[in-house]
């Protein structure tokens, strides 16, 4: 189902959706078909977001477009020094 279905669908609401079929422009992961499997309150929604599956994203139908911003640049390791003196 294409974005723009779920928008009409469920308008103005948080949805849970498994991602289908996307691409990639640049830093963004634009997402072009999803399986919708149910509506998220919002009072859950946060908690719903870092609770989904691998495949599955919560995302609120008033964005136009569904686009998820991809982070390229590796992650700092710091070492902690254990030398006590």
């Known amino acids: 189902m294409k974005w723009q279905e779920v928008r009409e669908l469920f308008p103005d609401q948080f949805v849970l959706v498994s991602i289908l079929n996307y691409h990639e422009e640049g830093n963004k992961k634009v997402v ?15 908690k719903e ?8 994203v919560v995302y609120h139908t008033s964005n136009q477009e569904f686009v998820i911003h991809l982070r390229r640049d590796p992650l700092i390791r710091v070492r902690r020094n254990n030398n006590e003196n």
Not at 49 to 55: D, L, S
């Open 32 to 46: 072009d078909e999803v399986a919708p499997i149910r509506t998220v309150p919002n009072e859950d929604a946060n």
């Open 49 to 56: 977001f870092f609770q989904v599956k691998p495949g599955n």
